[in-house]
């Protein structure tokens, strides 16, 4: 969706990576929100259609509703606080000449129900231009979805569910920023509009015959600069901007016909004569500048990381996808028990009880029954071996468990170093201290120079603070903090 033939353009300029390494990384490690998360915008329509369409096909084997429920445990197992931004009344009549008709009413009110209980948010309105206004604001870190539109209306950093094979068994995005992809392939935010105007988008169908390296190349020309420079010089005065763009289209009839920066690979008379006077569509033009426009909802300003709402789930499980609880309890086991205590773990709210090996926050608890000393690489993140009671949270859950077996209920997660050791300190410490745990150093120290300092770092080392932890690496190249 969005610009046709858009991204394989934009290779030089994505990264690939999973959400969690992403969100553990930006959102949790350097916690610049000081929530330990990354908050992020969803294109909610976006994602539900094609959830909805491969149930149609018969891609999954369960319905769309499932497969959501099934995707929402795999977020939780991210630090992340995530807003689902549906399409309101003012949606888009028209999309590429097709009168848009609002399919899955239903599925979309139990999805928003299934936001909820899960802890995240949602909101309504014009999607594409709310998520880029969200994202303009810095009220989220980056946008989920498909939509290459989204780059053009101000998105700073899009995540697009990437088509690798390992993306079948991880949230893997391709991510793409505005950034990287004015510095690597010379595209400003102009450039792209410009793009967008001659290729066509959801919205309208661009210059016959116009394709996609055609249309960069001619970006590249800065032609989409002078455009967006004349909008705002003259588009408050019809006849002015009016004046403006019949020069403005005889420059491009002109390039395409001789080519004189030489972006071109050779004159192109066809399209030259496709230019014609209703180009560029006034109303998409309108649509990506004056995107600013848009107004942010109440609420939408203080996002925070929530926990699921274990007893609604049950509820919803029960009432909603009819499932037994014993279905719920075999499907909980498979997807969900791992999201909600990594959940509390990434809380900044959460409490360590190292008498009993507890983490509490709020309403739900855990304890920690083994940690493996030996840690393990998952991806780019280091991670802990590690295995966590379920007893009080099947409790808080008044799931009917068999009392034919006095076995206690537990999972093994790997859990990333960072998420765990922040955890696991004690409160009443500093910001500057917990940040200095997440990101692997002795409080008050520097960061070791040298493989040698880092193996060499005692806790007597640093004089002038007190040294609540040491994080040390071993021979074996195991890392290990060390609290006391």
Same mark, same amino acid.
């Given at each position: 969706?969005?610009?046709?033939?858009?991204?394989?353009?934009?290779?030089?300029?994505?990264?690939?990576v999973?959400?969690?390494?992403l969100?553990?990384?930006?959102?949790?490690?350097?916690?610049?929100?000081?929530?330990?998360?990354?908050?992020?915008g969803?294109?909610?329509?976006?994602?539900?259609d094609?959830?909805?369409?491969?149930?149609?096909?018969?891609?999954?084997?369960?319905?769309? +509703?499932?497969?959501?429920?099934?995707?929402?445990?795999?977020?939780?197992?991210?630090?992340?606080?995530?807003?689902?931004?549906?399409?309101?009344?003012?949606r888009?009549?028209?999309?590429?000449?097709?009168?848009?008709?609002?399919?899955?009413?239903?599925?979309?009110?139990?999805?928003?129900?299934?936001?909820?209980?899960?802890?995240?948010?949602? +909101?309504?309105?014009?999607?594409?231009?709310l998520?880029?206004?969200?994202?303009?604001?810095?009220?989220?870190?980056?946008?989920?979805?498909?939509?290459?539109?989204?780059?053009?209306?101000?998105?700073?950093?899009?995540?697009?569910?990437?088509?690798?094979? +390992?993306?079948?068994?991880?949230?893997?995005?391709?991510?793409?920023?505005?950034?990287?992809?004015?510095?690597?392939?010379?595209?400003t935010?102009?450039?792209?509009?410009?793009?967008?105007?001659?290729?066509?988008?959801?919205?309208?169908n661009?210059?016959?015959?116009?394709?996609?390296?055609?249309?960069?190349?001619?970006?590249?020309?800065?032609?989409?600069?002078?455009?967006?420079?004349?909008?705002?010089?003259?588009?408050?005065?019809?006849?002015?901007?009016?004046?403006?763009?019949?020069?403005?289209? +005889?420059?491009?009839?002109?390039?395409?016909?001789?080519?004189?920066?030489?972006?071109?690979?050779?004159?192109?008379?066809?399209?030259?004569?496709?230019?014609?006077?209703?180009?560029?569509?006034?109303?998409?033009?309108?649509?990506?500048?004056?995107?600013?426009?848009?107004?942010?909802?109440?609420?939408?300003?203080?996002?925070?990381?929530?926990?699921?709402?274990?007893p609604?789930?049950?509820?919803?499980?029960?009432?909603?996808?009819?499932?037994?609880?014993?279905?719920?309890?075999k499907?909980?086991?498979?997807?969900?028990?791992?999201?909600a205590?990594?959940?509390?773990?990434?809380?900044?709210?959460?409490?360590?009880?190292?008498?009993?090996?507890?983490?509490?926050?709020?309403?739900?608890?855990?304890?920690?029954?083994?940690?493996?000393?030996?840690?393990?690489?998952?991806?780019?993140?280091?991670?802990?071996?590690?295995?966590?009671?379920?007893?009080?949270?099947?409790?808080?859950?008044?799931?009917?468990?068999?009392?034919?077996?006095?076995?206690?209920?537990?999972?093994?997660?790997?859990?990333?170093?960072?998420?765990?050791s922040?955890?696991?300190?004690?409160?009443?410490?500093?910001?500057?201290?917990?940040?200095?745990?997440?990101?692997?150093?002795?409080?008050?120290?520097?960061?070791?120079?040298?493989?040698?300092?880092?193996?060499?770092?005692?806790?007597?080392?640093?004089?002038?603070?007190?040294?609540?932890?040491?994080v040390?690496?071993?021979?074996?190249?195991?890392?290990?903090?060390?609290?006391?």
């Amino acid at each position: 969706m969005g610009i046709k033939d858009l991204y394989p353009h934009l290779v030089a300029a994505k990264a690939t990576v999973t959400l969690k390494e992403l969100a553990v990384e930006e959102g949790f490690r350097k916690n610049h929100r000081k929530q330990r998360c990354l908050t992020l915008g969803v294109d909610a329509n976006n994602m539900l259609d094609t959830i909805q369409a491969a149930s149609q096909k018969r891609v999954h084997s369960v319905s769309a +509703a499932e497969s959501f429920f099934t995707l929402l445990c795999k977020l939780l197992q991210t630090p992340t606080a995530l807003i689902f931004v549906f399409d309101g009344p003012n949606r888009p009549r028209f999309k590429r000449g097709v009168e848009v008709k609002t399919r899955g009413s239903s599925f979309y009110r139990l999805a928003k129900v299934m936001i909820g209980t899960f802890g995240f948010y949602s +909101a309504s309105g014009e999607a594409d231009c709310l998520l880029a206004a969200l994202s303009r604001s810095g009220l989220v870190d980056g946008v989920i979805s498909n939509d290459s539109d989204l780059l053009v209306l101000g998105v700073e950093r899009l995540l697009r569910k990437s088509r690798d094979e +390992a993306s079948r068994h991880e949230l893997l995005f391709d991510v793409y920023t505005r950034g990287a992809i004015q510095e690597r392939l010379g595209l400003t935010p102009a450039a792209l509009t410009f793009v967008a105007l001659l290729r066509g988008t959801d919205f309208h169908n661009g210059v016959e015959g116009c394709g996609i390296s055609i249309a960069v190349k001619l970006a590249q020309c800065g032609f989409g600069e002078a455009l967006i420079q004349g909008h705002e010089e003259h588009a408050k005065v019809p006849q002015r901007f009016s004046a403006f763009l019949t020069g403005w289209r +005889a420059d491009i009839r002109y390039e395409l016909l001789h080519n004189t920066r030489g972006y071109l690979q050779r004159s192109q008379p066809a399209v030259a004569g496709n230019i014609t006077d209703a180009f560029p569509d006034l109303q998409v033009l309108e649509h990506f500048v004056d995107g600013e426009r848009t107004l942010i909802p109440e609420g939408c300003d203080s996002l925070k990381p929530q926990l699921p709402n274990i007893p609604n789930i049950v509820t919803f499980c029960r009432n909603q996808l009819l499932w037994t609880d014993q279905e719920i309890l075999k499907r909980f086991e498979a997807h969900f028990w791992e999201g909600a205590i990594l959940k509390m773990l990434y809380s900044p709210l959460v409490v360590y009880d190292p008498r009993s090996s507890t983490f509490l926050e709020r309403w739900l608890q855990t304890k920690l029954v083994k940690e493996w000393p030996k840690h393990t690489q998952r991806g780019n993140l280091e991670c802990v071996h590690a295995t966590f009671s379920l007893d009080t949270l099947v409790k808080a859950s008044a799931l009917p468990v068999s009392t034919t077996t006095s076995r206690p209920m537990k999972t093994n997660l790997y859990v990333p170093l960072t998420v765990l050791s922040v955890a696991k300190l004690p409160r009443g410490l500093s910001q500057e201290e917990v940040d200095a745990v997440a990101q692997g150093m002795t409080a008050g120290e520097k960061p070791p120079n040298t493989e040698e300092e880092s193996e060499g770092n005692e806790a007597s080392d640093s004089d002038d603070v007190e040294c609540l932890y040491v994080v040390r690496r071993t021979q074996a190249g195991d890392t290990v903090i060390e609290f006391f």
